[in-house]
């Protein structure tokens, strides 16, 4: 389980076949192999860990769901480590397992901000709110907007000079995870009798 509070920006070091070397320095503190990492919005595991960074193999689900095989050396990746509990939630509770993949349709400048469309596929459409939680290439961010086909966010100044997404381009693919929350109160729902107070209430006290 992670935050989506980026903690580093590795480089993919090397990429052969299913095995990808990423290039850290603060993620590896205290790693071992066989620890979790969220590298770009996936929850990978390190198969091996040395003092310049870490490696991981990608899954054919991992390369089918996310943007990771498409990574190249050189390319920057939006790193963080497991959660620990006890400590402080900065975003939201992100799982590192990416829905799918969506493409920066327009990037805007407002009021300081820099505000960024992204397209949303049609199975994601009902997990998405305006205010609400999303995982953009790992970073927890806000849905300022929401349509049918599409959703919104605000970057500030922080974000873009902590993550990757200060060099977002239109036409670029980002992975996506939508808020777990979203999902267990549809399956709550579709169970039978509706989503009455009572039953939220009970949902939330678990």
């Known amino acids: 389980m992670f935050t989506g509070i980026v903690e580093e920006i590795g480089r993919v070091g090397a990429a052969s076949g299913d095995r990808l070397f990423i290039a850290a320095r603060r993620v590896v503190e205290g790693t071992v192999p066989g620890d979790s ?35 190249r050396s050189g390319d920057r990746i939006n790193l963080e480590r497991a959660l620990q509990w006890g400590g402080r939630i900065g975003g939201h509770l992100v799982q590192g397992h ?26 994601l459409v ?10 953009v290439d790992g970073v927890s961010l806000t849905v300022i907007d929401c349509n049918s086909d599409s959703f919104a966010v605000s970057l ?12 977002v381009r239109s036409g670029d693919e980002v992975d996506i995870e939508v808020d777990i929350m979203a999902k267990y109160l ?21």
């Open 37 to 71: 990492i969220n590298v770009n919005g996936a929850c990978l595991t390190a198969t091996k860990v040395e003092p310049g960074g870490f490696s991981v193999e990608l899954m054919a689900e991992t390369r089918q769901r996310t943007n990771l095989g498409r990574r």
């Open 156 to 167: 500030v100044g922080f974000t873009r000079e902590h993550t990757t997404l200060d060099r």
């Open 186 to 206: 549809e399956r709550q729902q579709s169970g039978g009798g509706g989503l009455s107070a009572e039953r939220l209430r009970a949902f939330l006290e678990r």
């Open 126 to 135: 009902r997990y998405v709110v305006p205010q609400g939680f999303i995982a």
């Open 98 to 123: 990416v829905d799918a993949t969506a493409e920066v349709r327009a990037v805007s400048p407002r009021a300081g901000a820099l505000v960024v469309r992204f397209s949303l596929p049609v199975s």
